[in-house]
């Protein structure tokens, strides 16, 4: 079983900066894909972007390119999403999400564990 929480989330202006933050309880993540999804009021869930196992493979929203990351190591605790010049469409709940296989899936079903989400706000 592994528990994931999210922190970091809140409320910032457009053009601002946040980095949210990925726990697991009581362990690393290990070899583990782990995803950033996102979901607005009315929509659906989406992928972020998501980090392989290794740590060398990403895959991210295209068009989020430039603007967000992910940086994880599998030594260490937690995973982070750092996101910059935000957008009032950036405005949802973020979850981090983990796959306990390879590789890389962007479908939220493909996910074994999930967080509780964090609230990120974006005020124009």
């Known amino acids: 079983q592994v528990q994931l929480v999210e922190s970091g989330g809140g409320l910032v202006q457009a053009g601002g900066s946040l980095r949210l933050s990925c726990a697991a309880s009581?362990?690393?993540?290990?070899?583990?894909?782990i995803g950033w999804f996102r979901q607005a009021p009315g929509r659906w869930r989406e992928l972020v972007v998501a980090?392989?196992?290794?740590?060398?493979?990403?895959r991210i929203e295209d068009s989020l390119k430039g603007r967000f990351t992910i940086s994880k190591d599998n030594a260490k605790n937690p995973v982070y999403l750092q996101m910059n010049s935000l957008k009032p469409e950036d405005t949802a709940v973020y979850y981090c999400?983990?796959?306990?296989?390879?590789?890389?899936?962007?479908?939220?079903?493909?996910?074994?564990?999930w967080g509780q989400g964090t609230q990120v706000t974006v005020s124009s």
């Open positions: 999400a983990a796959r306990l296989s390879q590789p890389i899936r962007t479908t939220d079903k493909a996910y074994d564990y």
């Open positions: 009581g362990r690393t993540f290990g070899r583990h894909v």
């Open positions: 980090i392989g196992g290794s740590g060398g493979d990403t």
